[in-house]
């Protein structure tokens, strides 16, 4: 049974920093490229930055470009995402999905993220 957890949300001030994981089980990671993804009270889910299935091919949302960073370790079936230089309106739960074609998509059950003094 495929199975994605987060962790590492919390409560941050702006300006600072979290990092945030996700653990995979289930499925062959490898396979997969992976995602995170927020959703903000009132707003639609939107993507955050995506990774390729090896690693090389990482993209990310305008609103994140020079401060979040997306990575992937193969070995231990987890997917990261460094953000940095928080702001409030990055408050938000956070979810992890991966991704091998339409029939093949998982969620995590997210973690939340606040910014604020």
């Known amino acids: 049974q495929a199975q994605l957890v987060e962790s590492g949300g919390g409560l941050v001030q702006p300006g600072g920093s979290l990092s945030l994981s996700c653990a995979a089980s289930?499925?062959?990671?490898?396979?997969?490229?992976m995602g995170w993804y927020r959703q903000a009270p009132g707003k639609e889910r939107e993507v955050v930055a995506t990774?390729?299935?090896?690693?090389?091919?990482?993209k990310y949302a305008d609103s994140v470009k020079g401060r979040f960073t997306i990575s992937r370790d193969n070995t231990k079936d987890t997917v990261s995402l460094q953000m940095n230089n928080l702001k409030p309106e990055d408050t938000a739960v956070y979810y992890c999905?991966?991704?091998?074609?339409?029939?093949?998509?998982?969620w995590g059950q997210g973690t939340q993220v606040t910014v604020a003094s």
């Open positions: 999905n991966a991704d091998a074609g339409p029939s093949f998509q998982y």
């Open positions: 289930g499925f062959t990671f490898s396979n997969y490229f």
């Open positions: 990774i390729s299935s090896g690693g090389a091919l990482k």
